[in-house]
Every structure is written in C-alpha cells, then in structure tokens.
C-alpha cells in the first residue's frame, strides 16, 4: 500500500522560511517522480515542481528562485525548501507521485492528505 505523508507546514510572516517533508512508504521515491502541489481556498490544485527520477528539477515559474525540491533516497523522502515566502503562497501543500512527472493534477494516482501552510502579511 503507497503512503505519502506530507509535514511541515505551518504559519509564518512574510518572508520567511518552511521545510514540508514528504515521507513516502510502499514505493521507491528515487523510482517515481516525485512532485508538490498547492491548493489555496476556490482554486485549482496547481503543480509547485518536482524531482524526476533522474533528480532534475522543474518548478512553476511562480515559485522558481525561491522553493527547492531534494530527495533523500536513505530516508525514502522528499523535501520542499520554500524560502521568501509571500501571502499568496498560502494554501494547502501537497506531495504526489507517479511514473513521470506531469504538470496536471489529474495524472496523479498517489497523493499525501496535505499540510496547511498560511503566510502572513
């Protein structure tokens, strides 16, 4: 049975920092791509980045420069390092895997429950 479960997050002003870490049981995380999403309250889950299973990163052009994605193959986890965060970064963050990495939610068979991240002003 796959198991994504996604930590971190929390409440932090404008600025700041957080690390989500994504703890992936009943797959290989270096065997899947791995990626983050967000979903803000009335809005579409949208695509954050991703790691492929070779490790080359891809991120929304929203987040570049300012969030960044590892992997530790050791503790079968990934990580979003968000840095700079603004007000609108605000949503529930998600970590998702599959087979290659895609940009529409809807490919995703395998999803984590979410961790709230709220960025104040």
């Known amino acids: 049975q796959v198991q994504l479960a996604e930590s971190g997050g929390g409440l932090v002003q404008a600025g700041g920092s957080l690390r989500l870490s994504c703890a992936v049981s009943?797959?290989?995380?270096?065997?899947?791509?791995m990626a983050w999403f967000r979903q803000a309250p009335g809005k579409e889950r949208e695509f954050v980045g991703g790691i492929r299973r070779s490790g080359n990163l891809a991120y929304a052009d929203s987040v570049k420069g300012r969030y960044t994605i590892s992997r530790d193959n050791g503790k079968n986890s990934v990580y979003l390092q968000m840095n700079g965060l603004k007000p609108e970064d605000t949503a529930v963050y998600y970590c998702?895997?599959?087979?290659?990495?895609?940009?529409?939610?809807?490919?995703?068979?395998?999803w984590g429950q979410g961790t709230q991240v709220t960025v104040s002003s």
């Open positions: 998702a895997a599959r087979w290659v990495l895609a940009v529409k939610s809807e490919d995703y068979a395998h």
């Open positions: 009943g797959l290989t995380v270096s065997n899947y791509a």
